[in-house]
C-alpha cells in the first residue's frame, strides 16, 4: 500500500504527515513533480471517464492534495503553458480518480472556494459576519479580498479591492481544526470552544467543507451573545498548516491517515 501526498517537496505539512504515515507502516511518497508521478485521464464516446494515477509506477492507495506542484514561475511563454497543461492535467485526473482523496479538487479548481458568506447564508445557526465594501471605510480589524479569499491588511488594502471586512474579538474568537471526520479545537487554551454545546453547528460547518470535497481545514469562528446560540463564521481555509495545530498534531494525523487507509 501507498499514500501520494501532492505537495512540494519543501511543504513542510507534507512531509510531516508522510513521515508519520510511514513510520506506521504506510509507504507514503510526497511527489511535487512528474518526475515520480504518472497521470491519464480518459473519456469514452459516452462520456464516462477514467482517471488513473501512479506513483513509481504503481497506483496509489489514496491522495493528500497539498495543491499546486511546483509554484516557482517558468521563465519562457512555451514553459509556462506546459506548466498549466501538467497542472490541469493532474486537477483533472485527481478530481476524477475513484479511490479516497483530502481535499479533492473541484471544477472550481484547487484550494477549494471556501467562501463563509455562502454557508451562513444558507445555514441555520451559522451567522454572517462582517461587511463587504468597495473602496469605502468600514470597521474592522480581518479583511479578506472576495476575488480571490487572500487575507489583506485593512489599513493598506487598494481601493479597487473589494472586500469582507469583519471586527474580531480574540476572546470570542475560535479556531477549528477539521481533519477527517474529526474536529480539533487549537485556540488559545484561555479561549477554548466548547465543542459538545456548539456540535450541531458544528456537524453544519463539516458537512459543507465535505460537499467542497475538503476534509482538511481551519475554520475561525466567533461566538455571540444570541440566545440560540448561533456561530459566526470568519473564515475557512484549506491551507491548514502544521504550526497551527502542534497540540493535535498526532491525533489529526491519525485522522487523516484514517480517512485514508478505508
Not at 485521464?41 to 494515477?53: A, C, Q, Y
Not at 451567522?127 to 493598506?156: E, F, K, M
Not at 481551519?218 to 491548514?240: F, M, N, Y
Request: neutral net charge.
Amino acid at each position: 500500500m501507498t499514500l501520494l501526498v501532492l505537495a512540494e517537496s519543501g511543504d513542510e505539512t507534507a512531509v510531516r504527515f508522510a513521515r508519520f504515515a510511514s513510520d506506521r507502516g504506510v509507504e507514503t511518497v510526497v511527489a511535487g513533480g512528474f518526475d515520480r508521478l504518472t497521470v491519464t485521464v480518459e473519456v469514452s464516446r459516452d462520456l464516462r471517464p477514467r482517471s488513473t494515477i501512479l506513483v513509481d509506477g504503481r497506483p496509489p492507495a489514496g491522495i493528500f492534495c497539498r495543491g499546486r506542484l511546483h509554484s516557482s514561475p517558468p521563465l519562457t511563454s512555451a514553459a509556462r503553458f506546459a506548466a498549466g497543461e501538467q497542472q490541469a492535467a493532474v486537477w483533472a485526473a485527481v478530481a476524477l480518480w475513484p479511490g479516497p482523496v483530502i481535499n479533492r479538487p473541484t471544477v472550481h479548481g484547487y484550494p477549494p472556494r471556501l467562501d463563509p458568506l455562502e454557508l451562513a447564508a444558507s445555514t441555520p445557526g451559522i451567522r454572517p459576519t462582517g461587511t463587504i465594501v468597495n473602496g469605502q471605510d468600514a470597521p474592522g480589524n480581518h479583511t479578506y479580498r472576495i476575488s480571490d479569499y487572500t487575507q489583506l491588511d485593512p489599513a493598506t488594502r487598494a481601493s479597487y479591492d473589494v472586500v469582507h471586512i469583519t471586527q474580531i474579538d480574540e476572546r470570542r474568537t475560535h479556531r477549528l481544526l477539521m481533519a477527517g471526520t474529526s474536529t480539533f479545537d487549537v485556540s488559545n487554551p484561555a479561549h477554548r470552544l466548547d465543542l459538545a454545546h456548539h456540535a450541531p453547528r458544528i456537524a453544519l460547518i463539516r458537512h459543507w467543507l465535505h460537499a467542497k470535497q475538503t476534509d482538511f481545514a481551519i475554520v475561525t469562528v466567533g461566538t455571540s451573545d444570541r440566545p440560540d446560540g448561533a456561530l459566526r463564521l470568519i473564515e475557512a481555509s484549506p491551507w491548514a498548516n502544521h504550526h497551527q495545530f502542534t497540540s493535535v498534531e498526532d491525533a489529526a494525523h491519525t485522522a487523516l491517515l484514517t480517512r485514508l487507509v478505508r
